[in-house]
């Protein structure tokens, strides 16, 4: 069997990070992007070297979030990502601009693996990666391609959501995969339904997050988004990870 040389050297390019924490879920649209982002600015706002890498080639959108615009990596043999309000910052729009990437099966893997193989980080702290969103190719490439990656997964209060969060554990524990907890994001109420549920499959919640207004508002700008009662919650997320 032909081995792809470029997964070897995937695992050479993260060997110097801490920690790699994939933020995900089971459902769309839940979250996932506005909380790793947030995230990454609060750790990297406590002092640590922080990467952020926007893996949801579909609709990549942590540069939305962040206000980032006419940013370029340098080369230096292998793409290194430029700094933007303190974090190291990769993501495909680099390459695509703000055109679609329709890309199906096998070139969503291949284009995975070239962006891995490429990219050279420093050395970090942690990275936070900004996952596609459910179990699909890119998920299961991705679990597969990053040695020590572990897991955050968000949902929503919302049992359909919780549902698919269950998948994802199972499929997680199956593969011996570390779990860091859940966060349940945009609560309009105090119900328990997903505490319990978490309780009851042993997964640790992480923090319950209230839906926020300011958070639509604060696209596009750190400084209002570190003001966001979202904010306030990343960092418990990150004094627990
Ligand atoms: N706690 C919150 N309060 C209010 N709005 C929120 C909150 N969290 C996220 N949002 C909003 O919800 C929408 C979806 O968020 P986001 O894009 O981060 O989700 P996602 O899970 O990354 O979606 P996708 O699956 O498409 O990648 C955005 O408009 C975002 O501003
Ligand atoms: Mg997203």
Redesign the pocket.
């Known amino acids: 069997m032909l081995v792809d040389p470029r997964i070897s050297i995937i695992d050479e390019r993260l060997k110097g990070i801490g920690k790699i924490i994939a933020v995900s879920?089971g459902?769309?649209?839940?979250?996932?992007?506005?909380?790793?982002s947030t995230l990454a600015l609060t750790l990297a706002r406590k002092g640590f070297k922080v990467g952020l890498f926007d893996l949801?080639f579909t609709?990549p959108?942590t540069h939305i979030?962040l206000g980032i615009e006419g940013l370029q990596p340098k080369e230096e043999k292998g793409i290194v990502p430029p700094k933007a309000h303190g974090l190291h910052y990769m993501s495909i729009i680099y390459y695509s601009g703000d055109y679609a990437t329709p890309l199906r099966g096998a070139d969503v893997s291949n284009a995975l693996i070239e962006l891995l193989a490429i990219t050279k980080w420093e050395k970090l702290d942690y990275l936070i990666l900004?996952m596609?969103?459910g179990i699909g190719d890119a998920t299961l490439d991705l679990i597969r391609l990053i040695k020590n990656i572990e897991f955050i997964i968000?949902t929503t209060p919302s049992k359909l959501a919780f549902e698919t969060v269950k998948k994802l554990s199972s499929l997680l524990k199956s593969l011996r995969i570390p779990m860091l907890g859940v966060v349940e994001?945009?609560k309009m109420n105090n119900a328990q339904l997903v505490r319990q549920q978490a309780k009851k499959i042993g997964i640790t919640m992480l923090t319950e997050?209230?839906?926020?207004?300011k958070?639509?508002e604060a696209?596009g700008n750190t400084n209002k988004l570190l003001n966001t009662?979202?904010a306030k919650k990343a960092e418990e997320i990150a004094s627990r990870i």
Not at 27 to 34: C, E, Q, T
């Open positions: 879920s459902k769309g649209g839940v979250g996932k992007s506005v909380i790793a949801d609709s959108s979030i900004d596609p969103p968000v994001n945009m997050i209230p839906y926020d207004p958070v639509e696209i009662t979202l």
